[in-house]
């Protein structure tokens, strides 16, 4: 086993390939027992949600006065039970999951977009722009978003486009911050200056040399923002500001558990479940990543 | 010292300016009043109420009166409850989510430190493993979800607790009915404290002056305590400011699923009926006490840490 390893590595070293920063993650990743558990159960909940609704035989919001609050069972294939309002929790869970994931993918996106560019610029540009723009991140960096944000559900109703807006604009700050850290230190590499003195502009170098040079740390980070972002979605559905009915996603889910649980806790188990288990696991995967990918920072 | 404490004030006065201004623009900017009701008010009622809530002055006017009011510790009157100031409610409220929120903090310090510090002498082991398996957990699971998982196990199956409410009396009466709100609000930073603590702490045993003080013959007890403790909670003293604001954040779930009449509720409360002096004197409150929370920290790390005031 061991001696196989040694042999394909000499292999690999030998023909030259595969020993680039990726190669070497995906290795150190693959024998990180826990991330890759991790990252199956995380794909298996994600196909759940993207596939289960559609093969299930009931549509999340239909009422059905025959199987109200009937606990997890086979008859009638309410496998997480029904509630209330005779709705089967299953497919709610997912269809629920499946706003969850979005939101956690598109509204990443759109910090990763903000970061990114504001990061990039400030970094790269440096001197007094650098000062102001990283300036203007620490004064907002003290700010309680949080409240702001239930401010805006609050005054402006429940809209899931303003959900996912909402969420990325308060979670670039970080982003910012790690990029523009890194950027300073790739501008100072000779390719930069190869682009420099061949005298291309600004805005192409910050595309074309920067920002390809700074996934390695975005990866880790992204998939450590997936998580925080699905947790304040779930948090304001929580307090019944995320998505509107019959619409639901996993924090709506265990509000609505969590009221009837005496009678019937499966409401809120499966559901709390489902969150915690996708909330664990895209941890999991960014600390492997991180390991991975930078074995000298294991800190926090 | 006193330049940078001074520095760092003039960092926080622009963060609460914005704050407030945003919070005023953006319910000023929402639809619907907080006097919009099923019958239409006769227009020169509506005027006359417009009036006396002085909301048809121009809007910067509303922010400079809003502002100087502040000033005198003056949050305006609630638009809900007709009788009541906003800073009575806050006045009211307050005590009730400070003392959890303090209680919450304590124990997420306690138990986050000594976990952790006890992970990193046992670096790689089972019990490091167990630790930080339990951590990452407890990060996962966000509060809202171990609130109602605690009620329904101590107070629902095994009837220990209270499922809720705050007996008013006396502190000794409501200890049983703080324990559970507690917890739930303590976890995820507990879970927080331990991992940073951990990866300090693990980073400072390595250093050399840790190596030094081996050499000399130290006794271990003598190393930690006198010598890898300071530096080592470094990072967890510039992670209290996210951590009050989480742990007030999260108030705002643990009031409401544990019926306590506390700040976090009445911010709730305030959103969904619309009042909007309430709300915006929750925000702003809150976002004081943030702000000032996260300025003491950076005192203290300056105090504690002579590299950073003497940079920038």
């Known amino acids: ?300 | 010292m006193f330049r940078y404490a001074l520095r760092r004030v003039f960092a926080a006065i622009p963060t609460l300016l914005i704050l407030i201004a945003l919070a005023f623009f953006m319910i000023r900017a929402a639809p619907g009043g907080p006097f919009d009701t099923e019958k239409t008010l006769h227009p020169e009622i509506e005027a006359k109420i417009r009036a006396a809530y002085h909301l048809d002055e121009p809007l910067i006017q509303q922010l400079g009166r809003y502002l100087s009011g502040l000033a005198q510790g003056d949050f305006g009157p609630s638009f809900q409850y007709t009788d009541r100031t906003v800073t009575e409610l806050i006045r009211e409220g307050f005590p009730v989510s400070l003392q959890l929120g303090a209680c919450a903090m304590l124990l997420a310090l306690l138990i986050g430190v000594s976990a952790g510090g006890w992970a990193a002498l046992r670096q790689n082991r089972a019990s490091d493993h167990a630790v930080m398996a339990a951590s990452m957990t407890g990060i996962s699971i966000p509060n809202f979800v171990i609130g109602p998982l605690l009620i329904l196990v101590f107070a629902v199956h095994l009837d220990w607790l209270p499922a809720g409410g705050w007996p008013s009396e006396s502190l000794f009466e409501r200890l049983p009915n703080m324990v559970m709100p507690v917890v739930a609000l303590a976890l995820p930073q507990i879970a927080y404290i331990a991992r940073l603590t951990r990866g300090s702490m693990i980073e400072v045993l390595r250093s050399n002056f840790i190596r030094m003080a081996r050499a000399q013959g130290l006794a271990q007890s003598t190393i930690l305590l006198r010598h890898a403790l300071k530096p080592g909670l470094l990072p967890v003293l510039s992670y209290l400011g996210p951590a009050t604001a989480a742990v007030i954040t999260g108030s705002v779930v643990i009031e409401q699923i544990f019926g306590v009449p506390g700040l976090g509720r009445h911010f709730v409360q305030g959103a969904l009926n619309r009042d909007y002096t309430l709300v915006m004197g929750v925000v702003v409150f809150y976002g004081i006490l943030i702000i000032l929370f996260n300025f003491l920290v950076d005192i203290c790390y300056g105090f504690l840490d002579p590299r950073v005031r003497q940079r920038s």
Not at chain 1, 28 to 33: E, I, S, Y
Not at chain 1, 165 to 177: H, S, T
């Open chain 1, 1 to 300: 086993m061991r001696k196989s390893r040694v042999n394909r590595v000499a292999l690999q070293k030998a023909s030259g390939a595969g020993r680039g920063l990726w190669s070497d993650a995906w290795r150190a990743l693959k024998r990180n027992r826990a991330a890759m558990s991790a990252a199956i159960i995380l794909a298996v909940v994600a196909v759940l949600c993207v596939f289960g609704p559609e093969l299930s035989p009931v549509e999340f919001d239909k009422l059905d006065w025959d199987y109200v609050s009937v606990p997890p069972s086979f008859e009638g294939w309410h496998l997480f039970g029904t509630d209330d309002l005779g709705r089967d929790l299953f497919v709610r869970t997912l269809v629920g999951g499946r706003i969850s994931l979005m939101v956690g993918l598109v509204a990443t996106a759109v910090s990763l977009v903000i970061g990114i560019s504001y990061g990039a610029i400030a970094g790269y540009l440096g001197g007094r722009v650098d000062q102001v723009m990283m300036r203007i991140v620490d004064i907002l960096y003290a700010m309680p978003f949080m409240f702001l944000v239930i401010l805006l559900m609050v005054l402006f109703g429940r809209n899931i486009a303003l959900i996912f807006v909402a969420i990325g604009a308060i979670n670039w700050l970080d982003m910012a911050r790690i990029v523009r850290g890194q950027t300073l230190s790739i501008k100072r590499r000779e390719f930069v200056e190869a682009a420099q003195a061949a005298g291309v502009t600004t805005p192409r170098i910050i595309r074309r040399h920067i920002v390809p040079n700074l996934f390695g740390v975005v990866v880790v980070y992204v998939t450590l923002t997936i998580p925080q972002v699905i947790l304040v979605e779930s948090f304001l559905s929580f307090l019944g500001l995320g998505v509107q009915e019959p619409m639901t996603s996993w924090g709506a889910l265990v509000n609505e558990g969590a009221k009837a649980m005496e009678n019937e806790p499966w409401g809120l188990i499966f559901s709390a479940g489902f969150l915690a288990a996708t909330l664990f696991c895209c941890n999991f995967i960014g600390d492997g990543l991180r390991d991975a990918l930078d074995p000298r920072d294991r800190s926090a």
